[in-house]
């Protein structure tokens, strides 16, 4: 019998490396088309995500606490709810004639001071007299400029909060050169400078996390046009988040604050930039594979695919347990950053692929926006500018197309038409069948060393990690005052330093008790009792003075549904440690009257419940954050042992991280504290994205295992994925420590830890301990799945 006629060929054309697949051509375009859509659509509401921001009390209060149902029994009291704006003069030497008839003089101009809109600072504050009050040492005056806090929540036509834009011009009137020292401070003037560090956030914050990230890329790429295109595909990612969110928040689905806008900007650029890495890293590994960039970017999104749903699964998954605190401001970090995480996967997954593979859409893209501005520069309309650019750019395609099929195509044509998707990675173009030098290069000498001293390795690593858990203890994490939460002196802190010095400490920020009317005498007589109560006023709603704590006592206190209100002015500051002792003892005292049903709010018993939350928050969510990332790692690599490892090695890496912010906090930037909620805000997002590194390694780690066994597993993987994890943590820690740029503490200090903490997991934790302790456990830590019982 005749042996059977060999299967005949397909034609191929002249270079398949060149050939141009109509599917993948076909996706690739409808990806970049959706997602220029979505950039249209969304990138205009994105611009606009800070005037949906609400950064009052309400927006950070816990949702029980007892302030809270005060806050909401105020409302009861008040035709509008009123903010307090101080603005405090004084003269070390005291309060001269001349002082006092320019504060005169300032306080008939007041009301009509132009905010904009055609507004004044009349019609946002509540209607009444303003009265100079001077302190008892004659060397300072207060005066209270109550603000209908409705009014002032609503935004000005360019955006801009009305709190802020009222404290500016009010700054900007102050009498100058006197040597009289001014300030606008109180929780009005507060929430200004709150607002004017956050306003920069979709300006400032952006820009440098842009730059950062560019930087990074150019040193880890060493290509001038390869970084462009993962930073194009995050910030596409960023525009789709924000717009998302403008809208939920525009419509009250859930609520913006400065803190969690400016987390999710470096989060989604951090996050895009990291799945980018781990994508463009083995579509670089596969084109050494296969002759067809499609056919190797195929390959490549199937091998990342797993890994990146995981990552990103894990990281959602634990900033939506979020959702089971009781602070509001935590609550809405959780979803918005969500979003952001699930908005930087898609865009990994669709976009950031059509890319590579299609550069010459991004150089084409890039050539249109340098003929814009040199068209536009040069005075032609914006429209008829950016018309006739794009019509050059696709004149030039055309052209490149019909020169590439001649039979001696030009040089310049490399650039024009449909691209190889390799020329991106210039001047290091991966070759088909060429050596890849990840397999000889630092990272293989890592993994041999690793490999020569797994149990040396581990047990070292872990004893370093051990002692830097050891400085935890010394974690000041009982919160901050709002003097110290800035990490320069703004001035409404300096007004708080002034009110203090010249005035009952507490002044202007009350305590406030309601309580049943029939029982007032009862409540007033026990609050008496509390050592660091200096003045105890009824609410009569009279004047505006008296909402601020710093008039005289009136006698007939205003009731409402069988309650009255007092306002009982501290001896301590009000954002002081002893301060919420006092607020603490007043709530045992009021609380032990039989029959008052009293409660005590007010801004320090806010500060007061809000740390207890915090507490509360860490003892709750931590544990459930635990629980889903070994869930989420027991699927994904389909065993208990590897996944419980891991998760102990991520908790040790936490530990040492705290323990290293606490020396560096305290003696390096000598901070006053941390915030309570900062030890969740640095477990949430440290033990996420570390585990994200530690995903990233053992999926590999699994993949070669089924290969080769699982000790050269180990190694190999380590070889392979230790350049591009090790890139991904620098760029993390480069966007996150952008934080620090911005004159908070908060964001500093989280900054800091999650960019330490970030770099430790992939230089140590990631490199050498996890590899050295899964190398040494040999196939057991797959129990108990088949693989534990291959013999490697």
């Excluded at 470096?266 to 590994?285: H, K, M, N, P």
């Excluded at 419980?644 to 290293?660: E, I, K, N, P, Q």
């Excluded at 915030?675 to 994205?689: G, I, M, Y």
Aim: proline content about 6%; some cysteine; charged content about 15%.
């Amino acid at each position: 019998m005749s042996a059977p006629a060999p299967p005949v060929a397909p034609p191929s054309p002249a270079n398949p490396a060149e050939r141009r697949p109509r599917r993948p051509l076909l996706w690739s375009a409808v990806a970049l088309v959706v997602w220029f859509a979505l950039g249209g659509l969304l990138g205009p509401l994105s611009g606009q995500l800070s005037s949906v921001q609400k950064n009052d009390n309400a927006s950070f209060l816990p949702a029980s606490a007892e302030s809270t149902e005060v806050n909401e029994l105020q409302a009861k009291f008040a035709a509008r709810a009123e903010l307090p704006m101080f603005v405090v003069f004084s003269r070390d030497s005291g309060i001269t004639a001349a002082d006092r008839k320019a504060i005169a003089a300032f306080v008939a101009e007041l009301p009509g001071i132009e905010v904009g809109d055609d507004k004044t600072v009349a019609d946002y504050a509540v209607p009444g007299p303003i009265v100079p009050i001077p302190s008892a040492d004659g060397k300072a005056v207060l005066i209270g400029v109550p603000l209908d806090s409705d009014k002032v929540s609503q935004p000005m036509s360019d955006g801009k909060s009305p709190i802020l834009r009222t404290v500016e011009s009010v700054r900007a009137a102050l009498p100058q050169g006197s040597g009289l020292e001014a300030h606008v401070t109180g929780p009005g003037g507060l929430l200004a400078d709150l607002f004017s560090v956050f306003g920069s956030l979709d300006t400032t914050l952006l820009g440098i996390t842009a730059l950062v990230v560019a930087l990074i890329l150019i040193l880890v790429y060493r290509s001038p046009f390869l970084w462009v295109i993962p930073l194009m595909s995050a910030g596409f990612a960023l525009t789709a988040a924000s717009g998302v969110v403008y809208l939920l928040a525009k419509n009250d689905v859930l609520t913006l604050n400065g803190q969690s806008q400016g987390i999710l900007t470096v989060l989604v650029f951090g996050a895009g930039t990291d799945y980018a890495l781990l994508l463009v890293a083995r579509y670089r590994e596969e084109l050494h594979r296969y002759e067809s960039h499609f056919d190797a970017m195929k390959v490549a999104w199937r091998g990342v695919l797993e890994p990146l749903v995981a990552s990103a699964a894990t990281v959602t998954v634990g900033l939506l347990c979020l959702l089971f605190s009781e602070l509001n401001s935590n609550k809405s970090t959780g979803p918005v950053a969500a979003i952001g995480i699930v908005c930087a996967l898609l865009a990994s997954l669709t976009f950031l692929p059509a890319l590579l593979v299609m550069p010459s859409a991004v150089a084409g893209l890039l050539l249109t926006g340098v003929l814009f501005g040199v068209l536009f520069a040069l005075g032609l309309p914006g429209g008829a500018a950016a018309g006739l650019a794009l019509l050059l750019v696709v004149g030039g395609f055309v052209l490149g197309v019909r020169a590439r099929r001649a039979a001696a195509p030009p040089r310049w044509a490399f650039f024009a038409g449909w691209p190889a998707g390799r020329w991106g990675f210039w001047p290091k173009v991966p070759r088909h069948d060429e050596h890849d030098e990840k397999l000889s290069g630092i990272w293989s000498k890592v993994a041999a060393g690793v490999g020569r001293h797994p149990r040396r390795t581990w047990v070292t690593t872990t004893l370093v990690l051990l002692v830097a858990a050891f400085f935890v203890t010394t974690l000041k994490a009982d919160g901050i005052s709002q003097s110290d939460a800035f990490t320069k002196k703004v001035d409404s802190v300096l007004g708080q330093q002034q009110l203090g010095l010249h005035f009952p400490a507490g002044s202007g920020s009350p305590a406030i008790i309601i309580g049943n009317a029939d029982q007032a005498d009862a409540i007033v007589a026990a609050a008496k009792t509390v050592p660091g109560i200096a003045t105890i006023v009824p609410y009569t709603a009279q004047t505006a003075g008296q909402s601020t704590g710093t008039a005289p006592p009136a006698t007939t206190p205003k009731v409402v549904d069988g309650l009255v209100q007092f306002q009982a002015t501290l001896t301590s500051a009000s954002d002081s440690l002893a301060a919420e002792q006092t607020v603490q003892a007043l709530r045992t005292a009021v609380h032990a009257v039989p029959g008052a049903d009293a409660k005590v709010g007010g801004f320090t018993a806010i500060n007061y419940d809000t740390q207890q939350a915090s507490r509360r928050d860490r003892a709750v969510i931590i544990p459930i954050v635990l629980a889903v990332i070994f869930f989420i790692l027991a699927l994904l690599l389909r065993a208990l042992l590897a996944p419980f490892l891991l998760v102990l090695t991520v908790v040790l890496s936490f530990a040492a991280t705290l323990g290293v912010c606490a020396v560096v906090f305290n003696h390096v930037f000598h901070f006053a504290g941390a915030d309570t909620s900062f030890p969740l805000f640095s477990f949430v997002f440290l033990v996420a994205l570390g585990v994200d590194y530690n995903i990233f390694l053992m999926t590999r780690v699994r993949e070669e295992t089924q290969l080769v066994g699982t000790r050269p597993g180990v190694l190999k993987a380590l070889t392979v994925t230790g350049g591009v994890i090790t890139s991904a943590g620098l760029v993390l820690a480069g966007t996150f420590s952008v934080l620090a740029t911005l004159p908070l503490v908060f964001l500093a200090e989280l900054g800091f830890a999650v960019a330490f903490g970030v770099l430790l997991d992939t230089m140590v934790v990631r490199s050498l301990l996890v590899p050295a302790l899964m190398y040494d456990v040999d196939r057991r830590i797959w129990w108990p799945s088949a693989l534990a019982r291959r013999v490697s």
